[in-house]
């Protein structure tokens, strides 16, 4: 069965960072392109970074933009989310996403989230 678990969230300082990882099963991971999305409290959910496959080309929200990279482990099925410069703006409740095509459809796959909260 498909499983996404994200780690690594927690408390930090403004200007501070977090490495945040997401570990894959049940699908075949280095075929699917992978997103991290995160929601704010009382705000919707929004896509913050995408990593492709095949090729691993990348894209941000503009929110992120040379603050955050994503980049995946194919031998290792993970998915990192590196965020630097971190503002009281990215807290929020961050997760992992899959979309995996089946029977000519897709489905979204979700991990249970992990909080992050800047605040000095």
């Known amino acids: 069965q498909v499983q996404l678990v994200e780690s690594g969230g927690g408390l930090v300082q403004p200007g501070g960072s977090l490495r945040l990882s997401c570990l894959a099963s049940?699908?075949?991971?280095?075929?699917?392109?992978m997103r991290w999305y995160r929601q704010p409290p009382g705000k919707e959910r929004e896509s913050v970074a995408v990593?492709?496959?095949?090729?691993?080309?990348?894209d941000y929200a503009d929110s992120v933009k040379g603050r955050f990279t994503i980049s995946r482990d194919n031998r290792k099925n993970i998915l990192c989310l590196q965020m630097n410069s971190l503002e009281p703006e990215d807290t929020a409740v961050y997760y992992c996403?899959?979309?995996?095509?089946?029977?000519?459809?897709?489905?979204?796959?979700w991990g249970r989230g992990t909080q992050v909260t800047v605040s000095s």
């Open positions: 996403n899959a979309q995996i095509w089946r029977n000519g459809a897709p489905l979204d796959y």
């Open positions: 049940g699908f075949a991971f280095s075929m699917t392109s």
């Open positions: 990593i492709r496959a095949p090729g691993d080309s990348t």
